[in-house]
């Protein structure tokens, strides 16, 4: 069975396309490497020894996405494909809102025309509103403060209305915690551009001496050691989690919201000890002020993944640390080595 993955290049579609290979899954993959690159398709190849078609195209190309469905015998669509930076996002609202929302159209369109019926959705806990007790289940209100966040909610109901119009799609909504860490081979992994918006990359490339140090944004929230609390995910245990929904996604119809997260709840500090423990590397910080928009503590309860997907996540902090640094330090200027 051959799967589309959209935004292919990407560090977490990089990562499911090797689980999905590894699987048995055939691939196709839809980039335009506009926040990505080539290099990281050249290596999962390498990795795993497996070939698949990558195409070079823009996920909002309603006719390229019927050729490659058509031409492939495609029977599910992984849409990764979409911008991620917050900042970014409120300094160019309009530019976030028309790509991600009509490559979810798209991408829907698509499937509608070539009788497609499997879609799984990258979406994320950014769409859960500040003011939720915490661990956040599927069913905990939802309300975002700026326009990433919004235009992940706004996918999402997309597809539930879509899917609601027509009784055979049968739609997965992942909701990413905090992705950290790589392969452990350290061929793949984390590749952001510019100044690193995320802790883990910026930790990494102090750690390799790109950044003269980390600065904590604040340590008077109310967590255990004040600093900010959040559910991180080992990037290897996301990509299962795709594999499994699809295998999910193929059982049923309808339209279901799943957190992808551990439970579990880690601090800046307590991420940045492990780090240091682990790798026997300094990662010299600062306290600074707190980052606007930011919450105390977020974590999942990951129930859901557990009893509908058979899906709980494997790998420890220890596990999350060593692997971002093997990355890091194979590749201190990512693919651009
Ligand atoms: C984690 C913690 C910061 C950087 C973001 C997106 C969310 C999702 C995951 C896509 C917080 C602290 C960070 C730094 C720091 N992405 N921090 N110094 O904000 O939980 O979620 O990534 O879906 O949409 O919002 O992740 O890694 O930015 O921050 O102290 O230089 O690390 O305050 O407590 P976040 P993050």
Redesign the pocket.
């Known amino acids: 069975m051959n799967i589309l993955l959209t935004g292919g290049a990407g560090y977490i579609a990089s990562h499911t396309l090797i689980s999905l290979l590894e699987s048995g899954y055939g691939a196709v993959t839809l980039d335009n490497y506009s926040n990505s690159s080539p290099e990281a398709l050249r290596r999962v190849k390498q990795l795993t020894g497996m070939e698949f078609k990558a195409v070079e195209g823009d996920a909002q190309d309603r006719e390229l996405l019927v050729r490659i469905i058509r031409e492939n015998n495609i029977e599910g669509i992984i849409h990764f494909a979409g911008f991620?930076a917050?900042g970014e996002s409120v300094e160019k609202p309009l530019m976030y809102y028309r790509n991600n929302l009509t490559s979810t159209i798209s991408v829907i369109e698509a499937m509608l025309e070539t009788g497609v019926r499997n879609l799984i959705f990258s979406s994320?806990?950014?769409v859960y509103a500040g003011d939720n007790l915490m661990p956040l289940t599927e069913s905990a209100r939802r309300e975002c403060i700026n326009p990433?966040?919004w235009t992940k909610y706004m996918s999402e109901q997309i597809i539930r209305d879509a899917a609601k119009a027509h009784p055979e799609l049968s739609c997965v909504l992942l909701r990413?915690f905090?992705p950290v860490g790589a392969h452990p081979s350290g061929l793949i992994g984390e590749d952001p551009s510019g100044i690193p918006?995320?802790?883990?990359p910026?930790i990494c490339q102090t750690a390799v001496g790109i950044r003269d140090h980390?600065?904590?944004?604040?340590n008077d929230y109310n967590t255990p050691d004040g600093?900010?609390v959040?559910d991180y995910l080992h990037v290897c245990d996301l990509a299962e989690g795709h594999v499994k929904a699809l295998a999910y996604a193929l059982t049923r119809s309808g339209c279901d919201a799943v957190n992808l997260g551990t439970g579990t709840g880690y601090s800046?500090l307590d991420m940045v000890n492990a780090f240091e423990r682990v790798n026997g590397v300094k990662v010299p910080y600062v306290i600074g002020p707190r980052?606007a928009g930011?919450l105390d503590e977020?974590y999942a309860d990951p129930a859901k993944a557990e009893k509908l997907l058979g899906w709980k996540a494997k790998r420890g902090i220890n596990e999350m640390v060593c692997d971002a640094w093997n990355w890091q330090k194979k590749n201190p200027k990512g693919y651009k080595d």
């Open positions: 991620k917050v994320s806990a950014t990433y966040g990413y905090n918006n995320n802790l883990m910026y980390l600065t904590v944004f604040g600093t900010g959040r800046v980052r930011d977020c």
